[in-house]
Nanobody
Framework: QLQVVESGGASVQAGGSLRLSCAASGYTGSNYYMGWFRQTPGKGREGVAAIGRDSSTKYADSVKGRFTISKDNAKNTLSLKMDSLKPDDTAMYYC??????????????????????WGRGTQVTVSS
């Protein structure tokens, strides 16, 4: 059974950088879809970045040009490099995965509803 665990969250000042990691286990192979999501108290979970089986990527407009998602298939690890961090990036960040998807994944890739494997999250706090 596929499981994911996030790490790398921290408190940083605005303009700083962080790299989040997500370790996947319990599944032989790396042929699955993955994404990063974030959530603040009182708000719904927001899609940040996603990566497909073919390594295609999609980003939320709010993070384009600042965040980079990548996947190391050999290590079954997903990363999110976050640069030029802003206070608005403060949130709990979650890693998510899905083994297969019948419809157009790219179109739905930032929708948390399509993912069925979730980590517990890692906190990112950006101070001004």
């Amino acid at each position: 059974q596929l499981q994911v665990v996030e790490s790398g969250g921290a408190s940083v000042q605005a303009g700083g950088s962080l790299r989040l990691s997500c370790a996947a286990s319990g599944y032989t192979g790396s042929n699955y879809y993955m994404g990063w999501f974030r959530q603040t108290p009182g708000k719904g979970r927001e899609g940040v970045a996603a990566i497909g089986r073919d390594s295609s990527t999609k980003y939320a407009d709010s993070v384009k040009g600042r965040f980079t998602i990548s996947k190391d298939n050999a290590k079954n690890t997903l990363s999110l490099k976050m640069d030029s961090l802003k206070p608005d990036d403060t949130a709990m960040y979650y890693c998510a995965a899905r083994l297969s998807f019948a419809a157009n994944w790219f179109f739905f890739s930032l929708n948390p509803a399509i993912y069925n494997v979730w980590g517990r999250g890692t906190q990112v706090t950006v101070s001004s």
